[in-house]
C-alpha cells in the first residue's frame, strides 16, 4: 500500500517535472546567444542547432578556418568572431563586437537590427574596441535617433575547453597546470564578467560547460582541477545572480567522441612529457606504467559517445526553457557511473579508481 502510494507520487512529480520543463520563453528568434570555442565539439554543434531553430547566434571561434567553415554551414543570421578566451585583449574586443551586434550602444542606446544581411557578413577578425558598423552588427537604425535600451545578450554559453597537457601531477610543471586553467577557468570567468552586464540587461542566462571531472578528480593536470573551479564559479554566480534575474546552470558531460578526447593527441601528449622526465622518476613509474596507461587511454576511447546531441541538447534546454535545470549529466555514464560515484566516501572511490589505473613499478 505505502509503496504503491510512494510510486504514484514519483510518477506525479516526474509529470509535473516534465510539463514544467518543457515550456519555452517566448522570442526566442530575437535572442542573441553567444557561444565560446565553436570551431569544433560540442560548441560547432551548438551553434548550428540554435540556429537552426532561430536564434541569433554569435559564434566565438579561436581560428578563422573554423569560422568559416562554421558560417558556410548555418544561416546568414548566425556571426562568427575570433576569440582566444587566454587572451585580455582578444576577450576585450569580443565583448566590444557583442555589445554592438546586441545594438548596446549605453545609455541612448539604439535598438538591435531588425533584419539581417543576406549574406554572412565579413567578422572574422579580431574586433577593434570601437564598434565598426560594416560588420554587420548594430545596424539598423538612423543615427542620432535614441531608441529604447537594447535587450542585451540573452545567453552566455562557456564552451570552450583544452585538456592538454595531461599526465600524472608529478610529471608537470606548474606552467602545464597554468594552460590549462588559463583556458577551462580563468578564460571562462573572463569572459563571463565582461558580458555580465548585457546578461543582466536581458535576464538572461549562463551555461557553463564542467565535466563529471568537476564533481570527481581521477586525474592528474589542470583538467579536473579547472572543472571544479568551473562548478566553484557557477554556483556563487547563480547565488548573486537570482536577485537579477539571470539563471545561471552547469553541463557536467561524461565521455564524448571530440577533439578533447582525440588518442592521438592525448597520446602525443602523453609520450612528449614522459620523454622529458627525470630518469629516477621514470625508473619510479616503469616502462609498464606508461605501457598500461596507454592502454586505458584505448579503453576509455572506445566508451566514448558518438552522440553529442546528448550534450548539446542539455546546453539548448538551459537557453531555452522557462525553468533549466542547474546541473545537467550528459550521457549514460555521467548519470549511471560518475555522478552516483562522487556522493561516495572517498575511501570506496579511492578503491574504484586504484582498481583500474595503472601500477607504478617501485613505490619508493
Ligand atoms: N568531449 C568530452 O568528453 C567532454 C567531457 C566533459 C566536458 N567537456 C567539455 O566540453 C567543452 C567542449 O569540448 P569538446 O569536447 O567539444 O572538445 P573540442 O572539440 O576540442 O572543443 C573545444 C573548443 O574550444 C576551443 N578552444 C581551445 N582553446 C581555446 C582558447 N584558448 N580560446 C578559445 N577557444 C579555445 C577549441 O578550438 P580548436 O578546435 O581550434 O582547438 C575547440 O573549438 C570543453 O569545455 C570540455 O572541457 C568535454
Not at 597554468?178 to 546578461?199: A, C
Not at 560547460?209 to 554556483?235: N, T
Not at 547563480?238 to 558531460?253: A, C, D, Q, W, Y
Not at 586505458?296 to 533549466?324: G, I
Request: glycine residues 8%; contains cysteine; aromatic residues 8%.
Amino acid at each position: 500500500m505505502w509503496l504503491y502510494a510512494a510510486a504514484v507520487l514519483v510518477g506525479l512529480y516526474l509529470l509535473w517535472r516534465w510539463h514544467r520543463e518543457r515550456q519555452t520563453v517566448p522570442r526566442l528568434s530575437e535572442k542573441y546567444v553567444l557561444i565560446t570555442g565553436c570551431d569544433s565539439g560540442f560548441g560547432n554543434l551548438l551553434a548550428r542547432q540554435l540556429d537552426a531553430r532561430g536564434l541569433r547566434v554569435l559564434a566565438a571561434c579561436l581560428t578563422e578556418t573554423g569560422a568559416a567553415r562554421l558560417r558556410a554551414a548555418t544561416s546568414p543570421r548566425l556571426q562568427t568572431v575570433l576569440l582566444d578566451v587566454t587572451s585580455s585583449q582578444s576577450i576585450a574586443a569580443a565583448a566590444a563586437w557583442v555589445r554592438e551586434c546586441v545594438g548596446d550602444r549605453g545609455r541612448t542606446g539604439r535598438s538591435p537590427p531588425s533584419s539581417f544581411p543576406s549574406s554572412p557578413p565579413p567578422l572574422c577578425q579580431p574586433v577593434p574596441a570601437q564598434p565598426v558598423p560594416e560588420r554587420g552588427c548594430g545596424q539598423g537604425s538612423s543615427p542620432g535617433s535614441p531608441r529604447p535600451l537594447s535587450p542585451g545578450l540573452w545567453g552566455l554559453v562557456n564552451n570552450a575547453g583544452t585538456t592538454i597537457p595531461t599526465a600524472p601531477n608529478e610529471w608537470l610543471t606548474k606552467d602545464d597546470f597554468v594552460k590549462v586553467l588559463d583556458v577551462n577557468l580563468l578564460g571562462l570567468i573572463e569572459v563571463t564578467l565582461s558580458v555580465l552586464p548585457l546578461v543582466k540587461r536581458a535576464q538572461g542566462r549562463v551555461v557553463n560547460v564542467a565535466s563529471i571531472m568537476g564533481r570527481i578528480s581521477f586525474f592528474g593536470g589542470g583538467y579536473c582541477i579547472s572543472k571544479f573551479g568551473v562548478e566553484a564559479f557557477s554556483d556563487s554566480l547563480r547565488l548573486e545572480m537570482h536577485g537579477f534575474g539571470v539563471k545561471v546552470s552547469v553541463i557536467e558531460p561524461g565521455y564524448f567522441k571530440t577533439a578533447i578526447t582525440n588518442i592521438e593527441n592525448l597520446e602525443n601528449n602523453f609520450l612528449c612529457i614522459w620523454e622529458k622526465l627525470p630518469e629516477e622518476t621514470k625508473a619510479s613509474y616503469g616502462e609498464s606504467y606508461l605501457k598500461d596507461f596507454l592502454v586505458a587511454l584505448r579503453k576509455m576511447e572506445k566508451k566514448c559517445s558518438s552522440n553529442l546531441t546528448l550534450v548539446t541538447d542539455c546546453m539548448e534546454h538551459a537557453l531555452t526553457s522557462r525553468f533549466p535545470r542547474t546541473r545537467y549529466s550528459a550521457g549514460w555514464d555521467a548519470k549511471l557511473v560518475y555522478i552516483p560515484l562522487s556522493y561516495l566516501p572517498s575511501a570506496l572511490t579511492d578503491m574504484v579508481f586504484s582498481w583500474s589505473h595503472p601500477k607504478p613499478s617501485r613505490k619508493a
